[in-house]
């Protein structure tokens, strides 16, 4: 296939469209409700000169202390509504492919669809191991410095309740307290899952990428990845579990995220592809001092100095389980 041939796909005005839509229906993190398109940051990150490195979250501290008795001649105290802010960091990542990598792809009815899907789902794939490696952060500043409250670590208990099972999913979500009714879905391993399955004598996962309804456990949504922490000398496994909307997942616009190229002394067509993103677990905003580059690394991003709770701690829809299984 030509190089102009392939420049027209890309360039045509439907495959933006395309992608934008299978990302919605591919992604597990949004049909499960976890990650969820933020309008305000939305509109922020399209205004006419954005181009910074992170976005400001405002918000309103939610309204506490105790309610005053009336009384006759005694006038009530008046407090301050109190304005904080979360940041969101954005993530800019781009990777090139060369024509070989494609070909046989192109051979197909719909080349258009085939360069869309794979695309998209490529990007899916390292959006989620973004957010892992933020939720590796997130939660070494919650153990650092809020007294491990989202976190629940079992794994060195004795026997049985050291394990995986409904018992310690239930446990986990009490870190929350009368909030855990919140919690509607969990990450985890493929190898956690298969421990779940066997409770269930059932297959709790539908496949990742796949459109169509999520399988779910004990009433919450399943997302399986194996980006999830598991270590299978130990038997160690990382579970998430979150609540609606708990990660701001937008994308943002970028220049020229599409772009075609020529080898010529190599008869090789390239695609280029760039991605800006907010993968953002709302209520711990960005908070690293530094970062190398222009944008962190997922391993800049898993330090516990990056982070910095902003949210109280039941307003933060997302919890940690360290476990066996």
Request: glycine fraction near 8%.
């Amino acid at each position: 296939m030509a190089h102009t041939a392939i420049a027209n796909i890309i360039f045509n005005n439907a495959f933006s469209t395309y992608v934008q839509r299978r990302s919605t229906e591919l992604s597990a993190l949004i049909q499960s409700g976890v990650a969820a398109r933020d309008p305000a940051i939305a509109k922020l990150c399209a205004s006419a000169g954005f181009g910074g490195k992170t976005v400001s979250l405002p918000f309103w501290a939610d309204l506490d202390g105790d309610d005053e008795v009336l009384a006759e001649g005694s006038a009530l105290t008046v407090n301050n509504l109190s304005a904080k802010q979360d940041v969101a960091v954005v993530l800019r990542r781009g990777k090139a492919w060369g024509m070989n990598d494609l070909a046989a792809d192109l051979a197909g009815d719909d080349p258009m669809r085939t360069i869309a899907d794979r695309f998209v789902r490529y990007w899916l794939r390292r959006d989620q191991k973004a957010l892992f490696s933020v939720l590796k952060g997130v939660f070494a500043d919650n153990v650092a410095n809020d007294n491990g409250d989202l976190v629940l670590d079992i794994s060195g208990e004795n026997g049985s309740d050291a394990y995986l099972n409904k018992d310690t999913l239930l446990a986990a979500a009490q870190k929350l307290g009368d909030a855990k009714g919140a919690l509607t879905a969990i990450a985890m391993h493929s190898a956690a899952e298969t421990v779940l399955s066997a409770e269930q004598n059932t297959t709790l996962y539908r496949p990742s990428e796949t459109p169509g309804r999520l399988s779910t456990y004990n009433g919450r949504s399943i997302i399986m990845d194996d980006g999830c922490g598991y270590d299978p000398a130990t038997g160690i496994a990382e579970i998430y579990l979150f609540g609606a909307g708990a990660v701001a997942y937008n994308d943002v616009p970028e220049r020229v995220p599409y772009e075609t190229d020529r080898d010529t002394l190599n008869s090789r067509d390239i695609v280029v592809t760039r991605s800006a993103k907010i993968v953002h677990l709302r209520g711990v905003a960005w908070h690293s001092p530094s970062i190398a580059g222009a944008t962190p690394t997922n391993a800049e991003m898993e330090a516990a100095a990056a982070w910095n709770r902003v949210y109280d701690r039941k307003d933060v829809r997302a919890v940690k389980l360290i476990c066996k299984i």
